[in-house]
């Protein structure tokens, strides 16, 4: 985490109940984060989280089998981020983190096939 050219340093201030996580940014300042043990992700967990999470947070699925998530309506009223290792990493270059979206498979397609050509070019 500690590598991510947007975190500057991590502190761990969980509570005997959740994994929380202060993430410090070089951009946009810190997040709060939650690891949610959570096989599948509901609004339900979503709503029963953690209260120390505010505003501009983000809550990751730890669990790399585990899937689901927030409903966009929940996690744009609340503004506190939800989604897998790799979804939270791209969101940690946003000021909005909440508000980031996982390019599709087309997409990184796309960029990969660009970013060959550049390289054969160079």
Same mark, same amino acid.
């Given at each position: 985490? &500690?590598?991510?050219?947007?975190?500057?340093?991590?502190?761990?201030? !969980?509570?005997?109940?959740?994994? &929380?996580?202060?993430?410090? %940014? !070089?951009?946009?300042?810190?997040?709060?984060?939650? &690891? !949610?043990?959570?096989?599948?992700?509901?609004?339900?967990?979503?709503?029963?989280?953690?209260?120390?999470?505010?505003?501009?947070?983000?809550?990751?699925?730890? $669990?790399?089998?585990?899937?689901?998530?927030?409903?966009?309506?929940?996690?744009? !009223?609340?503004?506190?981020?939800?989604?897998?290792?790799?979804?939270?990493?791209?969101?940690?270059? $946003? %000021?909005?983190?909440?508000?980031?979206?996982?390019?599709?498979?087309?997409?990184?397609?796309? %960029?990969? $096939?660009?970013?060959?050509?550049?390289?054969?070019?160079?």
């Amino acid at each position: 985490m &500690l590598e991510h050219n947007s975190v500057i340093s991590i502190e761990d201030v !969980s509570t005997d109940e959740y994994f &929380l996580y202060l993430v410090r %940014r !070089s951009k946009y300042g810190h997040a709060l984060v939650w &690891l !949610s043990d959570a096989y599948l992700f509901t609004d339900m967990d979503y709503i029963n989280r953690p209260a120390q999470l505010k505003c501009g947070d983000y809550i990751v699925i730890a $669990k790399p089998e585990g899937g689901g998530g927030a409903s966009t309506e929940l996690i744009q !009223s609340a503004a506190i981020g939800v989604g897998k290792l790799a979804d939270f990493m791209g969101a940690l270059n $946003k %000021r909005d983190m909440w508000t980031y979206v996982a390019p599709s498979w087309e997409e990184r397609q796309e %960029r990969k $096939k660009r970013f060959e050509a550049k390289r054969r070019q160079s």
